[in-house]
């Protein structure tokens, strides 16, 4: 517990600091840098793939991902990387013969190319116009819920929302996530108003909505990966939170979710 309190103190006024002052590049290659600790952790930590140049490669396929995404590659460049990554893992598929299961390779690919274009969400964010203010939304969207989820549910939680797969949750603490998420975009919105944003309160519940629970759909999913491998966490990156996955498996799907929402229905505009 001390464990996780200390790089929860550390690390939340660091991430706070970099997304308020440093090139918006610095905080890509964060992400990027993420993204294949991510891969690692998915494919060779948990022992669901020991093939060290298909990990490699897609790690590789990881960085282009978030290239492409930041506007660093061209959708052109971008596609021949995808096709010699596919054809690569079809190659090594062949060469193994029955030895390799195909279901590893579709995990390989979601590994390179699902998991970074998802989180670089985050730069994509950042890099948008008034991105400095509004990149915060996916992890008020993800960190508030889960907390609120956490000490509703500890305090009142009675009925189990998935006991084969987070015995801790409760559908008492997932309402609390949601009041708790809601509340929080609509604060979110306030100060942004007070920044000299036009804020569409009834956009920001809705964003508070979708994002806690889009927040525990993330964590039963990646829980549910770590049940059916017998694993408790994915990593060890962060002491007392896990690995990457661990820590960020709720904004892997927020973040792109906060991002189509800012486009679609933006609560904040200036």
């Not at 008034?130 to 509703?152: E, H, I, K, N």
């Not at 007392?240 to 979710?257: I, K, N, Q, Y």
């Amino acid at each position: 517990m001390k464990a996780r309190l200390l790089v929860t103190f550390i690390g939340l006024p660091l991430l706070i600091l970099m997304l308020l002052f440093l090139p918006v590049w610095v905080t890509a290659l964060v992400v990027a840098l993420i993204c294949c600790f991510g891969v690692y952790e998915l494919l060779w930590a948990t022992g669901l793939l020991r093939n060290v140049r298909i990990v490699a490669v897609t790690i590789a396929m990881a960085v282009f991902t978030c290239a492409w995404r930041n506007g660093w590659l061209s959708g052109l460049a971008m596609q021949i990387a995808v096709y010699v990554f596919v054809a690569y893992l079809f190659g090594e598929l062949l060469y193994a013969k029955t030895a390799l299961n195909f279901t590893l390779i579709c995990l390989a690919l979601f590994a390179g190319i699902g998991i970074p274009y998802l989180l670089s969400a985050v730069a994509v964010i950042l890099g948008m116009e008034q991105g400095r203010c509004l990149v915060y939304a996916p992890f008020v969207m993800t960190m508030v819920p889960d907390s609120g989820a956490f000490l509703v549910g500890r305090k009142i939680g009675r009925h189990k929302l998935a006991p084969a797969i987070s015995p801790n949750k409760s559908i008492e603490g997932v309402v609390g996530g949601v009041v708790s998420g809601i509340l929080a975009m609509v604060l979110y919105g306030f100060i942004l108003q007070r920044l000299g944003f036009t804020v569409n309160y009834f956009f920001a519940a809705v964003y508070g909505l979708l994002g806690s629970l889009g927040s525990v759909a993330g964590d039963l999913v990646f829980s549910t990966i770590k049940r059916q491998h017998g694993i408790k966490d994915f990593g060890h990156l962060l002491p007392g939170h896990g690995g990457a996955l661990d820590r960020f498996d709720s904004t892997t799907l927020v973040a792109p979710m906060a991002e189509l929402l800012l486009l679609l229905i933006p609560f904040a505009v200036k």
